[in-house]
C-alpha cells in the first residue's frame, strides 16, 4: 500500500512538473512580443521542462505504431528547445519555424498515440 501511495505522488509530481514546462511554453512565446528580452528564458526554460518529462514519462507499452509515435514527440521535444535556443542565437524569427514543427509534432502525437493504445487493447 506504501509503495503505491510513493508512485502516485511521483506519478502526480511528474504530471505537474509536465504542466508546468507547458504553461512556461505558452507564456514565454507571448511575453516575446511584450518583454523580448525576458521570453527566451522563459520559453527554454518550458521547453527544457516539457521534454524532460515527455522523455521521462514516456509510454512504455504498446506496439510498434505506439513506440514511434513516442519518437516522433520526443522529435517535437527537442524541436521546442531548438526554438529556445534560435530565440538566444538569432535576431530575426527563426525560432518560429522550429516551435512550428515541434508543436506540429506534439500535436499529432497527442491524438495518435491515445488512438493507437486503444486500438492495441
Known amino acids: 500500500m506504501c509503495l503505491s501511495l510513493k508512485i502516485d505522488s511521483a506519478m502526480k509530481i511528474k504530471q505537474l512538473l509536465y504542466y508546468a514546462g507547458a504553461v512556461l511554453l505558452l507564456a514565454g512565446a ?14 527554454t526554460a518550458g521547453a527544457l521542462l516539457f ?3 515527455q ?6 507499452g504498446g506496439g510498434l505504431a505506439v513506440r514511434r509515435l513516442v519518437f ?17 542565437t538569432h535576431v530575426r524569427n527563426e525560432w518560429i519555424v522550429a516551435m512550428l514543427i515541434g508543436a506540429l ?6 491524438f495518435r498515440i491515445p488512438q493507437e493504445i486503444a486500438r492495441s487493447k
Do not use: S
Request: glycine share 6%.
Open 55 to 60: 522523455f521521462v514519462c514516456r509510454e512504455r
Open 105 to 110: 509534432f506534439e500535436l499529432y502525437t497527442a
Open 72 to 88: 516522433q514527440q520526443q522529435i517535437g521535444g527537442v524541436a521546442l528547445i531548438a526554438a529556445g535556443i534560435l530565440m538566444f
Open 51 to 53: 521534454a524532460v518529462m
Open 30 to 43: 507571448a511575453v516575446k512580443m511584450i518583454l523580448p528580452v525576458y521570453a527566451p528564458y522563459i520559453y
